[in-house]
């Protein structure tokens, strides 16, 4: 049950109010998305370099249309994980910060999945040019099921087994 202080809803645990708990929560997420977006243009960067060297000629079609799609996903991980940053900028002194903590966080899910998605096409056109392609899709799917684990698998573990109810 909340309590009530000068005309303030808190709720119990942190004894915060929604305000309080947003602004939390949107440090904590600037946080977050720093790192990611650190690691998806230092990615990103790198693809828009590939098209330009000389050995971009020389890959298959196959690869070629790897690679466009590993661009693609690289722009839209680089929008979506910027995306909060812009949406805050947009939505400030609006008295709408728990929404946009909200929907930053979506946008953040949405960027970290799309930087899966680059991480292991990337890793697939790399090891295509590589190596002989026979174990490629093999090793690549053991990377994703690693990332599954890591960045979504466990944090839902931990989610449901010390979350009370």
């Given at each position: 049950?909340?309590?009530t202080?000068q005309?303030?809803t808190?709720?119990?645990?942190?004894n915060?109010t929604e305000?309080?708990?947003?602004?939390?929560?949107?440090?904590?997420?600037i946080q977050?998305v720093?790192v990611?977006?650190?690691?998806v243009?230092i990615l990103f960067?790198?693809?828009?370099?590939?098209?330009f060297?000389?050995?971009?000629?020389?890959?298959?079609?196959t690869?070629?249309?790897?690679y466009?799609?590993?661009v693609v996903?690289?722009a839209c991980?680089?929008?979506?994980?910027?995306g909060?940053?812009s949406?805050?900028r947009?939505?400030?002194?609006r008295?709408v910060?728990?929404q946009?903590?909200?929907?930053a966080?979506?946008?953040t899910?949405?960027?970290l999945v799309?930087?899966l998605?680059?991480?292991?096409?990337s890793l697939l056109l790399?090891?295509?040019?590589?190596?002989?392609?026979?174990f490629?899709?093999?090793?690549?799917?053991?990377?994703?099921?690693?990332?599954l684990?890591?960045?979504?698998?466990?944090?839902m573990w931990?989610?449901?087994r010390y979350?009370t109810r």
């Open positions: 049950m909340p309590d202080e005309g303030e808190r709720r119990r645990g942190r915060e305000e309080e708990r947003a602004d939390r929560m949107w440090q904590e997420l977050e720093r990611a977006q650190m690691g243009q960067g790198f693809l828009l370099t590939v098209v060297t000389p050995k971009y000629d020389d890959l298959s079609h690869n070629q249309m790897i466009i799609v590993t996903l690289g991980a680089t929008g979506a994980l910027i909060p940053v949406l805050h947009l939505v400030s002194g008295r910060k728990p946009a903590v909200r929907w966080s979506r946008l899910l949405l960027g799309l930087l998605a680059t991480t292991c096409a790399i090891l295509r040019v590589a190596s002989d392609d026979s490629v899709p093999y090793l690549v799917a053991g990377v994703v099921l690693w990332y684990l890591w960045w979504f698998g466990l944090p931990a989610r449901h979350t």
